[in-house]
């Protein structure tokens, strides 16, 4: 029953991140902002709820802080995999041949992202323990300033990008949707996210008692891969349809 509850879970969470990508391709096209900068920003963060909701569950309610860790790293390796899977959906040319070189500023913050957390884990246990909101070392304080630097300096990018381009990479506006019909369905399939998601490490957790696996491996295996399924979903159904 746990495999086949885990099954139920992972399926809730590709589907419902096949139609966020749908959703947020016309919520682009209706407000007039570049795909990329929809997809950047607004798909990003509601298919990282499943890793949020999942990696926060693991911690604030199961008290497993390996799981949470290894889940959110692994959901890293795992979407940086997803863009050479992307070279599947291309017929003519690879992906990295048809999208614009702006990405690389989101690989460089990313890249600093992730050198943050691995000077955390290893400098963490010799630096001072800061009591602000709760037990917080100083380099935690780093992640939120540098990823909205990050979102401010690619959002001029974009902006600088599109009004430079003769295509109109926003698309035409769909009029005739209103922007309820389009953000309630998106809004239900964010929330099917977070309903799976907060299952997610319990399940993990009962595989880990049944099967002896520890909880760093199933963390970024299991929870990892599940977790990033909506990115999978929307990624690859994107760039099928040329985005």
Known sequence: MIWFEYIVCAAVILVSGSFLSHYGELIADKSGFSKGWIGLVLLALMTSLSQLVASLSAVVIHGLPDMAVAGLIGSCMFNSMVIGLLDLTSKNSPVSNKVHQGHLLAIGFGVILMALAAIDFLMGSHL??????????????????????????????????????????AGEKIDDVSWFALLLP?????????????YLPDIANQIALITGWGQSFLGSSLIAVTACLPELAVSISAARRGS
């Open 128 to 169: 001072p323990i800061l009591y602000f909101f709760h037990s917080m070392d100083p380099i935690t304080i780093l992640f939120v300033p540098v990823y909205l630097i990050a979102m401010r300096l690619m959002f001029k990018f974009e902006q600088s990008r599109v009004a430079s381009s003769v295509h109109n990479f």
């Open 186 to 198: 998106f809004s239900f399939c964010g929330l099917c996210i977070v309903g799976a998601s907060l």
